[in-house]
C-alpha cells in the first residue's frame, strides 16, 4: 500500500523531539549574585531580617538571585560600601543616611535636626516626596528597594549633658567624610571629631571622642553606651536608611523576578521599620539596668536644643541638603500639620 504523507509529515513529527534536545542542551538563565554589606551586627535584628529576606530572593525565583550578606562593617563604613558598589566588588546594601547621601544628599531633607516631631511626620513626607527621591537615585545608578530607619537619635556622652552649651566642649563624633556638617557644628561652637563608624567604638574607649550621636538601638547593639554612659533624652533626628542595589545588577535580573525581589523587600523594609520603633524603650531601658544615666531634658532645654538647630538650617539649606530638597521637605510638612490642625476630632 503507497505511503500517502506529505513528504514533511516525517520532519514535522521529529520537530517536537528536537525542540525537547535543544531545550535540554541550552544553557539556564545566569544566576545572579547580589553581595550586599551593612553595618548590621552578625546575628542581631537587622542582619536576621536581611537573611530572610535573602532566602526569598532565593527561593522566590527558584535560585536565579542570590545573596551573599557581609554584616558588621566588614565591608567598611557605608562610604566605602557606595564606593565598592560603583566599583563592582559590592552591588547592594542596606545603608543608613550617610550612605545613601553619599550617592544624593537629597535624603538628609528626611534628617533636618528637631524639624519632625514624630514618626508619622517622617513617613508622611517619605510618602510624598520619596518617590521623586528614588527616582534621583536610580537616575546615578542606584535602586531603592526598601525604606528603614534605626529610631531617634540622641547624645551618648562621658559626662552628662542636658543643653547645647554643655555639650560644646566634648569631642563629637562627625562622619568623617561630610566635611560641611563638621564645619556647621564648628561654626555653631561645637567640637566635632571626623572618623568613620568603623572606629566609633576605639574612639570612645581611648578618650578621642566623648560625644556621640546615635539611635538607642545602635548603642545597645554595638554597646557604645558602655562607654559614654549618659544620654540626652532630646529626639535630635531620625536615622533613616534604604536598602539599595547598584543598577547593573538590577538591570541583569528579568523584570519578572525584579517584581519578587521589590515584594520581599518591601516586606524586610516594614519589618526593619516596625523593628526599630517597638524596641527603642526596650533598649533604652535594657541599657538603664546596665548602668546607663538617662538625661532628663525639659521644655526650657529642649527649646534650647530646637533654636541651636534652627539656628544652622540657613547654612544646612545648600549645603548639607540641596535647596530644592531643602524647601520641599519643610512645605510637605507644613501642608500636613496645617491639614491635622484643621480635622475634626475623632
Known amino acids: 500500500m503507497t505511503d500517502r504523507r506529505s513528504p514533511a ?15 535540554g542542551a541550552l544553557p539556564a538563565p545566569a544566576q545572579v549574585v547580589v553581595k550586599m554589606a551593612t553595618l ?11 537573611k530572610e529576606m535573602a532566602e526569598k530572593w532565593k527561593t522566590s525565583t527558584q ?7 557581609y554584616p558588621g562593617s566588614v565591608a567598611g563604613d557605608d562610604t566605602d560600601v ?40 517622617i513617613d508622611h513626607v517619605l510618602s510624598v516626596y520619596g518617590p521623586k527621591l528614588e527616582a534621583t537615585l536610580a537616575a546615578k545608578g542606584f535602586v531603592v528597594l526598601n525604606w528603614a530607619d534605626a529610631g531617634w537619635v540622641r547624645f551618648f556622652t562621658k559626662t552628662p549633658v542636658r543643653t547645647p552649651d554643655e555639650m560644646k566642649p566634648l569631642k563629637l563624633f562627625a562622619w568623617g567624610n561630610d566635611t560641611d556638617s563638621i ?14 563608624s568603623t572606629e566609633i567604638s576605639t574612639a570612645l574607649q581611648t578618650g578621642l571622642v566623648s560625644a556621640l550621636p546615635a539611635p538607642p538601638q545602635a548603642a545597645v547593639l554595638l554597646q557604645w553606651y558602655q562607654h559614654a554612659k549618659n544620654m540626652t533624652d532630646v529626639k535630635w533626628a531620625v536615622l533613616l536608611g534604604a536598602t539599595m542595589i547598584g543598577k547593573p545588577t ?21 519589618r526593619l521599620r516596625a523593628e526599630s520603633r517597638s524596641s527603642e524603650d526596650r533598649d533604652i531601658e535594657a541599657m538603664k539596668k546596665r548602668g546607663l544615666n538617662v538625661v532628663a531634658v525639659d521644655g526650657r532645654a529642649e527649646a534650647l536644643w ?3 538647630a534652627e539656628a544652622a538650617y540657613p547654612k544646612a539649606r545648600g549645603r548639607i541638603v540641596p535647596e530644592a530638597a531643602f524647601d ?19
Do not use: C
Open 9 to 23: 509529515a516525517p520532519v514535522r513529527l521529529a520537530l517536537p523531539a528536537l525542540a525537547l534536545l535543544l531545550a
Open 40 to 50: 548590621a551586627p552578625d546575628g542581631s535584628t537587622y542582619h536576621l531580617i536581611l
Open 63 to 69: 535560585g536565579r538571585v542570590v545573596v551573599k550578606l
Open 82 to 121: 557606595v564606593r565598592k558598589m560603583r566599583l563592582g566588588s559590592l552591588n547592594a546594601g542596606l545603608l543608613t543616611s550617610s550612605g545613601v547621601a553619599a550617592v544624593d544628599r537629597s535624603v538628609m531633607a528626611l534628617q533636618i535636626p528637631m524639624l519632625y516631631s514624630s514618626y508619622e511626620e
Open 183 to 196: 564645619e556647621i557644628w564648628k561654626d555653631a561652637g561645637f567640637s566635632p571629631v571626623p572618623l568613620p
Open 250 to 270: 538590577w538591570d541583569k535580573i528579568s523584570p519578572e523576578d525584579q517584581k519578587l525581589i521589590r515584594a520581599a523587600a518591601a516586606e524586610a523594609g516594614a
Open 306 to 308: 530646637r533654636a541651636a
Open 328 to 346: 520641599e521637605a519643610r512645605k510637605i510638612l507644613a501642608e500636613f500639620r496645617a491639614k491635622k490642625a484643621t480635622a475634626p476630632k475623632k
